[in-house]
């Protein structure tokens, strides 16, 4: 049988390869080759073998492939990292002692996130920030000395008290037919107004009805006397306001012709005096027997006031005149409580008529020419 099988395929049986192993069936070659003998399982080897080492097996190409032959993704990735490949022509820097280093890149760097997931963020310098704390605290104490001082200041300064009123003149302010003169009405409309005054003068009369007694009307003197002691009263009472009524007794004198010029005089002595104080300027009222006389008077008085007005002074018209008749009078010279009714109303409209003079602790702007003309456009008298 073993005869008849070895003439049947041909040949002897396949000798083993030199590690014990059959050698494998080529292509072409008569089928005996691959048969192992008898007795042993196709593949097994004819005695035990050991298994190869790692260097062992280097040396032994795998079956079916030419040795040093590579083929498929590592093929194409040996041809495009070979020699002569543009990726081996580009050169990497190496680091120290030989070894290549990391490819340079041309992407930006990224920051690393932290532990939350947040990219870290670099914190800003210190000293700017220290700089404007400083200058903050500096403006804040600054601010803090200047409102310190506002509020000392506002301290110290003294509470306004009323409007200090000093009624001038002769025995028309006095009141010889009616005690107390137009100051009565004319503390009744303060009183009406609630408004704060304070008559103040080195005399002294009226009714009850008048809450303040104290003025500066002197019976019988001329322009000429008042300015001799005007001074002194204006330096003792330190009035805001200053009503002036006189020449009446200068009508009546050697020099009428005068009077407006003592006038001017007068008021020049007691705006020098008293300069921030208000000073209203009356005509003078009707003389039944002298009209003409007072009239002449009175068409000076308005420029004179508006001569110290040009200056700067505060120097207003009251047109007395218009406000009273021949009627109002009493005696032909004082009114009567009509009269003094009248007069009491043209003081007080033009007390009114000037801003802040009635006001305490202010002191109203020094009246313009419009002013002075306003005022006798009121009161109807011609300039």
């Not at 080759?33 to 062992?56: E, N």
């Not at 920030?129 to 310190?148: C, P, Q």
């Not at 006001?359 to 002013?371: Q, R």
Request: with cysteine; net charge positive.
């Amino acid at each position: 049988m073993e005869g008849r099988a070895g003439s049947c395929h041909g040949g002897d049986a396949p000798s083993a390869r030199p590690d014990g192993r059959a050698r494998p069936h080529r292509p072409g070659a008569p089928l005996a080759d691959a048969v192992p003998p008898a007795g042993r399982p196709l593949g097994a080897p004819a005695v035990p073998v050991r298994p190869l080492s790692r260097a062992g097996r280097a040396g032994v190409p795998r079956a079916g492939r030419p040795r040093g032959r590579r083929t498929g993704r590592k093929a194409a990735r040996a041809a495009a990292t070979g020699p002569g490949s543009a990726r081996s022509r580009r050169s990497r820097p190496r680091r120290a002692g030989g070894r290549p280093g990391p490819t340079p890149t041309k992407e930006p760097a990224v920051h690393t996130p932290t532990s939350h997931g947040r990219i870290p963020r670099s914190s800003p310098p210190a000293r700017p920030i220290r700089r404007l704390l400083a200058g903050l605290i500096a403006l804040a104490a600054a601010l803090a000395a200047v409102i310190a001082g506002a509020g000392a200041a506002r301290a110290a300064e003294p509470a306004a008290g009323p409007v200090r009123v000093m009624p001038l003149g002769d025995s028309i302010t006095d009141g010889i037919t009616v005690p107390g003169a137009y100051r009565i009405d004319l503390w009744q409309k303060f009183v009406a107004a609630g408004q704060e005054v304070d008559f103040v003068g080195s005399l002294s009369n009226g009714p009850s009805q008048l809450g303040d007694h104290d003025h500066e009307g002197h019976s019988g003197w001329t322009i000429a006397q008042i300015d001799a002691n005007v001074t002194n009263w204006l330096a003792t009472y330190d009035p805001d306001v200053i009503l002036l009524h006189i020449g009446t007794n200068d009508m009546y004198g050697s020099d009428p012709a005068g009077a407006p010029a003592r006038l001017s005089a007068l008021i020049d002595h007691i705006t020098a005096q008293s300069p921030d104080a208000e000073l209203f300027v009356a005509t003078i009222i009707p003389i039944s027997f002298a009209d003409s006389t007072v009239r002449t008077f009175n068409a000076q008085v308005p420029a004179i006031v508006q001569s110290k007005v040009d200056a700067g002074r505060h120097v207003h018209l009251v047109d007395m005149y218009r406000a009273l008749t021949v009627a109002d009078l009493a005696d032909g010279v004082h009114p009567n409580a009509t009269g003094y009714g009248k007069m009491a109303t043209a003081w007080y409209d033009a007390l009114l008529s000037v801003p802040g003079a009635l006001d305490p602790g202010v002191a109203p702007p020094a009246a313009g020419p419009g002013a002075t003309r306003s005022a006798l456009a009121r009161s109807g008298a011609a300039a």
